[in-house]
Structures are given as structure tokens and as C-alpha cells.
């Protein structure tokens, strides 16, 4: 069912995911705010500090949306450019490894893929967001299979263990 909001709705699941984060991040800031005023907490200004930065994010984060995701693109861009260069550098450094062309290989999609991403960060998130959408419909419908099958294999052990089969003499 997730997987087909997601898959239906990207944006406005994008839009339920920043707005959770900016929730996450004022929660913790009030934590960290409450914490302040602690008398046995060691370092209350830089805490009051942190909590207060904390809850103004959070608040820019759910008051600009767009932006949030945009920079959720750039994070996942710039991750996956990080991991393609060092794949590519695993690839070229290593011997004539089993392997190593695969690690070449990775690491040009994932350096491609990131800069993609970073290029068009809130299209491209919104298109990962739809394909996050698909595998989760097809896990899920792989799911329900796997419990009918399951249920069928109780059943038939079962009846195994109820009415055994009759050894043979020989």
C-alpha cells in the first residue's frame, strides 16, 4: 500500500517526508532546550545554543518544503559521487583482481548517477521517489506470496505429523 502512495503521489510523499524531518529537528531541538536548563548539564550555553539552531531549522524546513527536498537531492548527489569515486579508485588501484571491472563499472554509474542528481536534484529525487514506490509494491506483492506459500508448507507438515506414512518392512 505504501509503495503505491509513493508511486502515485511522489511529490506529496516527498513533501510528508520533510515535513517529518522538520519535525524531527524541532523535537530535538526542544530536547536539547529542556536539557539547557538541567543544573547538573555541563556545557548549557553551547546546548541552548545547538536547541535553539535546531528548532529554527526545522521550522525553515517545514516552511520551505521545495527547498528541503532539493537539498535531500543534493545530499543523495553528492553521497553517491563520494561512493562512485571511491569505487573508481578501488577499481584502478587494484590488480588484475576478479572484480575489478565491476568496481570500474560501479563506480561510473554511481558517479554519473550523482551528478545527475546534483545537477536536477528535486526531479531526480522525485523520480527515485517513484521508483522507491515500485520496489515497495513489489516486495510487497512478493510478501503476501511468500506467506501463502508459507502457509501452505505448515499445512501440508501438518498433515505429515497427524498421518504419518506407514513404513515400509522390507
Do not use: N
Request: aromatic share 8%; glycine share 14%; hydrophobic share 60%.
Amino acid at each position: 500500500m505504501l509503495g503505491l502512495i509513493v508511486s502515485f503521489h511522489p511529490t506529496t510523499s516527498l513533501g510528508v517526508i520533510a515535513v517529518l524531518l522538520g519535525l524531527l529537528l524541532i523535537i530535538s531541538g526542544l530536547f536539547q532546550l529542556a536539557r539547557m536548563f538541567k543544573s547538573t548539564e555541563s556545557h548549557r550555553v553551547w546546548m541552548g545554543i545547538s536547541g535553539l539552531l535546531l528548532v529554527v531549522l526545522g521550522v525553515v524546513v517545514i516552511r520551505h518544503l521545495h527547498l528541503t527536498v532539493a537539498i535531500i537531492g543534493l545530499i543523495i548527489g553528492i553521497g553517491w559521487i563520494v561512493q562512485g569515486v571511491s569505487a573508481l579508485v578501488v577499481g584502478v588501484s587494484g590488480g588484475a583482481e576478479r572484480g575489478r571491472g565491476w568496481w570500474i563499472f560501479f563506480g561510473l554509474v554511481s558517479v554519473t548517477g550523482g551528478i545527475v542528481i546534483t545537477a536536477v536534484p528535486v526531479p531526480s529525487v522525485t523520480a527515485l521517489a517513484v521508483l522507491v514506490g515500485i520496489w515497495f509494491t513489489i516486495q510487497g506483492l512478493l510478501e503476501i506470496v511468500d506467506g501463502f506459500l508459507l502457509r501452505h508448507v505448515i499445512k501440508r507438515s501438518q498433515i505429515a505429523i497427524v498421518d504419518p506414512p506407514e513404513a515400509v518392512e522390507g
